[in-house]
């Protein structure tokens, strides 16, 4: 298992578009990939629980990448967070 932390770039947080894209990401990935803030809990792979997180601008999240391309999978996710512009 991977467990790294990133944080929301966006000025509206971790809206509807910047979910989108992670459920795309995580759709690629072979890999389990749950993101967590504070005591909630998301499955990448689900936007609706993602979109609960209810993260804003500035929120630490943290990523558990779990599986045979986990390295991958938290490279491409943190790539994302680093250069995504919404």
Not at 13 to 34: C, E, F, M, N, Y
Not at 61 to 69: K, P, S
């Amino acid at each position: 298992m991977k467990q790294s932390e990133v944080t929301v770039p966006w000025e509206q947080g971790l809206h509807l578009r910047p979910a989108t894209d992670l459920v795309h990401l995580g759709q690629q990935a072979k890999s389990s990939i749950i993101i967590k803030s504070g005591n909630k809990i998301a499955n990448i792979k689900n936007i609706l629980s993602i979109l609960m997180l209810c993260a804003s601008v500035g929120t630490t999240l943290t990523i558990e990448v779990n599986g045979e391309d986990e390295d991958e999978a938290s490279q491409k996710i943190h790539k994302y967070f680093e250069t995504s512009s919404e």
